[in-house]
């Protein structure tokens, strides 16, 4: 059973903005940590962003510091990750994912216990 699910990809021209958004029931939401993946064909999951229970810190990879933020709202059960000045190596498939039970920010696929099946993000050039 889907119990995250991703939406806001679509293609997009180089230097264009898009805001992923990742729901969940709030059992999970409420006890989890959550984080933003994405991966290619041929390459593993690679992390991108984290953001602790709280949605006190966060951590975003090196190559998308300073263009992509990560937040939540507990209130709607909802993640986002705002990505600005995309670049065509961002076009990858993204997943959001949960880490139940956690507090802080994970950037391993191991720390995380729930995924959604992946919204598809396209940066043209």
């Known amino acids: 059973q889907v119990q995250l699910v991703e939406s806001g990809g679509g293609l997009v021209q180089a230097g264009g903005s898009l805001r992923l958004s990742c729901a969940t029931s709030?059992?999970?939401?409420?006890?989890?940590?959550m984080g933003w993946f994405r991966q290619v064909p041929s390459k593993k999951r690679e992390f991108v962003a984290g953001?602790?229970?709280?949605?006190?810190?966060?951590d975003v990879v090196d190559s998308a510091k300073d263009r992509f933020t990560i937040s939540r709202d507990n209130a709607k059960n909802t993640m986002y990750l705002q990505m600005n000045s995309l670049k065509p190596e961002d076009t990858a498939v993204y997943y959001c994912?949960?880490?139940?039970?956690?507090?802080?920010?994970?950037?391993?696929?191991?720390?995380?216990?729930?995924w959604g099946p992946g919204t598809q993000v396209t940066v043209s050039s």
């Open positions: 994912a949960a880490a139940f039970g956690s507090s802080g920010t994970y950037s391993s696929t191991r720390d995380y216990d729930y």
């Open positions: 709030g059992h999970i939401f409420s006890r989890s940590s």
């Open positions: 953001i602790s229970r709280s949605g006190g810190a966060t």
